[in-house]
């Protein structure tokens, strides 16, 4: 498996910015389609953005289309989430997920096999 480690979470105020960034590190060939998710406090895990090998971002949760930007650098087997406009309801810790190859994203927690630990990301004044 891959081992997935988030970093750049932390507090921020409303409309402010952060990128939150994802570490890969062990069996590479898993780290292929790879996914944003967040968990709010009480509520289910649910995707936020997916990005295949080619760097084509096929998804986007529709409350943070255009303000979330997802990329990725292979060379440095790093992921990131550029989150803008930030809003108090995208208070969550935020995961990376990684997967073996597919021709598609998937949104599925249940499709990802590897999972980071988390970081935390809160929208407030």
């Known amino acids: 498996q891959v081992q997935l480690v988030e970093s750049g979470g932390g507090l921020v105020q409303p409309g402010g910015s952060l990128r939150v960034s994802c570490a890969a590190s062990?069996?590479?060939?898993?780290?292929?389609?790879i996914g944003w998710f967040r968990q709010a406090p009480g509520k289910e895990r649910e995707g936020v953005s997916c990005?295949?090998?080619?760097?084509?971002?096929?998804y986007y949760l529709d409350s943070v289309k255009g303000r979330f930007n997802m990329s990725r650098d292979n060379a440095k087997n790093m992921v990131y989430l550029q989150m803008n406009s930030l809003l108090p309801e995208d208070t969550a810790v935020y995961y990376c997920a990684a997967r073996r190859p597919l021709l598609t994203c998937v949104t599925d927690p249940a499709d990802f096999g590897s999972w980071g630990q988390g970081t935390q990301v809160t929208v407030s004044s």
């Open positions: 062990g069996y590479l060939p898993d780290f292929h389609v």
């Open positions: 990005i295949l090998n080619n760097h084509t971002v096929t």
